[in-house]
């Protein structure tokens, strides 16, 4: 699985024949599969804290945050990522995780709307520009520190 740019980490595939229930773990210790360093979802099936889950629309997921956070523009790595709960209700989880979401635009916006948000900045939830391209949760991650 590609982790970070470019970078090729060996993750844990659960229910690796069924979309809907796929999970995969990557680890900090990956020979011995020990200590997660994340837990990560496209399928359906899951729910992720606050009842959070894939197909979820920008709105919704601000209302479960309780004020608007940022995201990263979309067409690179990155793109479309929850980069900041700013202090909202997604934002302090138990134990030290963080929760991250990946949103992806609705392709039928219009190509103007789409290269508005096209790049590396981040957005606010609230700004019409991202609100003209409709994203959605595509995937859900939590992400867990590593014990020093």
Do not use: H
Not at 4 to 32: C, G, Y
Not at 124 to 129: A, D, G, M, R, T
């Amino acid at each position: 699985m590609v982790y970070e740019e470019s970078e090729q980490m060996n993750a844990s595939t659960i229910f690796p024949k069924d979309p809907a229930r796929n999970i995969e773990v990557v680890w900090w210790n990956e020979k011995a599969r020990k200590r997660p360093s994340s837990i990560q979802t496209s399928g359906s099936a899951w729910n992720g804290p606050k009842g959070i889950r894939v197909g979820m629309t920008l709105d919704e997921v601000e209302a479960l945050n309780g004020r608007p956070f940022t995201l990263y523009g979309f067409g690179w790595d990155f793109g479309g990522t929850s980069s900041d709960w700013k202090g909202g209700d997604l934002a302090a989880l138990p134990g030290g995780c963080n929760l991250f979401v990946i949103f992806s635009l609705d392709e039928t916006a219009s190509e103007e709307a789409q290269i508005k948000v096209s790049s590396d900045n981040e957005f606010v939830s609230n700004q019409n520009e991202i609100k003209a391209v409709s994203p959605k949760v595509v995937r859900i991650g939590l992400g867990f520190p590593q014990k020093q």
